[in-house]
């Protein structure tokens, strides 16, 4: 494993820190901008979601790997373990209301809808899924993503497990595509953005 990255645990996991380098990161995606149009809203909603809810999901059925200085994680969901009502609530989804009103809390369900749609119809059966990779924009394009997905495409290739994630940026396939990825299917939030399902085969 790359020496800037770490299996992250429970305790030392940092959300305040992980949280605002996601938000930084993903400030301008199409995802974080329909969910919180409002930008003040969209830096809270980002530190939490980002740092708190999707992290919990990973540790509840997967894994939750760290880069030094909390400047980067990619969170994984081990085959068999979905995102299930139960496994969000156990991770903390029923906070979202309170947090961020009814009308986010919608925006989300569509979202989720879509997602997993797509994952039902596209994604190779026994697969890792790639849940979240998200990199601070100081320390991208350092080949830090790509040392956040390595221990589980080494291990992935080992086992002969596929891997998938979605992405709902199209600047990001190219980036996938050379990391073995290959768009599978693509399904468009209702009135929104799209998203991308992309899987890699073991090698």
Not at 62 to 88: D, F, K, L, N
Not at 97 to 114: H, Q, Y
Not at 136 to 161: C, H, I, K, S, Y
Request: glycine share 12%; no cysteine.
């Amino acid at each position: 494993m790359d020496a800037r990255v770490r299996r992250a645990t429970v305790a030392s996991y940092d959300p305040a820190r992980l949280g605002e380098a996601m938000s930084a990161a993903f400030a301008d995606d199409s995802a974080s901008a329909y969910l919180w149009p409002d930008p003040r809203a969209r830096d809270a909603g980002l530190r939490w979601y980002y740092g708190v809810l999707v992290p919990r999901l990973g540790f509840g059925g997967g894994r939750v790997y760290v880069a030094e200085g909390g400047t980067g994680q990619s969170v994984w969901i081990a085959p068999g373990h979905g995102i299930t009502v139960p496994a969000a609530v156990r991770a903390g989804a029923l906070g979202f209301v309170p947090r961020f009103g009814v009308a986010a809390a919608l925006r989300l369900k569509r979202l989720a809808d879509t997602i997993d749609a797509l994952r039902a119809e596209a994604a190779p059966p026994g697969h890792w899924y790639l849940l979240l990779l998200g990199v601070e924009p100081v320390a991208q394009r350092t080949g830090l993503g790509e040392a956040l997905m390595a221990p589980l495409f080494e291990e992935a290739d080992v086992n002969r497990r596929a891997l998938y994630l979605e992405t709902s940026d199209p600047e990001t396939l190219p980036y996938y595509r050379r990391h073995g990825f290959r768009v599978v299917g693509e399904r468009r939030v209702p009135g929104a953005h799209r998203y991308w399902g992309m899987a890699r085969p073991p090698v």
